[in-house]
């Protein structure tokens, strides 16, 4: 199961009118890809109007209670959930979005990060994220934010999602000012630069083989061990969400990670 990235509106995430970066590429590509519910169900998008428009208002519905609670400052609706505004969407991958989490927790507790990471490593497994987490950092990647808004304030919080499920919210002001910051202190890369990161290193693995010597006639055997540079890693993600961000604040939609 991969992990994808969506900037866009709320409306559109939830009605599935979007397609990740490995949908499109394979339609592209005349292949048919098609995206299943844990049940085993096809879910396609949803194109009944009627529908669309109950999606829209139980986002509304739930600015409101964001305003009572949260945006306090605020006047509803919080942001415009057009439903014809473009999106932004690419694979991020756990172990990228992972190595980026890790990158700024070491950052924030002055701590070295591992030169190499593995296919499936999970960032929440390692000791300096989980200090993080249960310091609650105010950090929201290293929270685990699953949604930024496209608000000017900087919360990071708890809370139900218009569909009932409880996840880390936060701001893409939130994530620019994070992003900003990690950029300042560990690369100082202009736009350009952290732009070719998506593409000149994205997911470059190094495969090291070994020899098992055997004896008595036997065949000697080979292993192979793939693992990736945890910064390049952290570039790569790094990448994405910057693009993501970029969109989410020209267009004033939310950032969404899906999988």
Known sequence: MGLDVYAGTLTRYYSRNWKNAVQQEAEANGKKYVTVNPGGGDTGPITNPSEI????????????HLAKDVFKSCTPPLWDENMECDYFTDRIGFEAMGALTM???CKHYNATLPEFVEPGWCAYDEPVVEKGMSEKVPNSLILAADIWLPMKEKPIFSTMTPVGDEMVVSTVAELKQELDDLNSRVWKADLDTILSWRDDKYYNAITTVTVEKRFFGLKNR??????????????????????????????????????
């Open 53 to 64: 428009k109950e999606i829209r208002d139980s986002i509304y519905e739930w600015q409101d």
């Open 222 to 259: 080979k292993h192979e061990t793939v693992k990736f540079r945890t910064e390049e890693l952290a570039q790569c993600a790094f990448s994405i969400m910057y693009q993501a961000v970029l969109f989410a604040e020209e267009h004033k939609v939310s950032i969404v990670l899906d999988c």
């Open 103 to 105: 990158l700024a927790a």
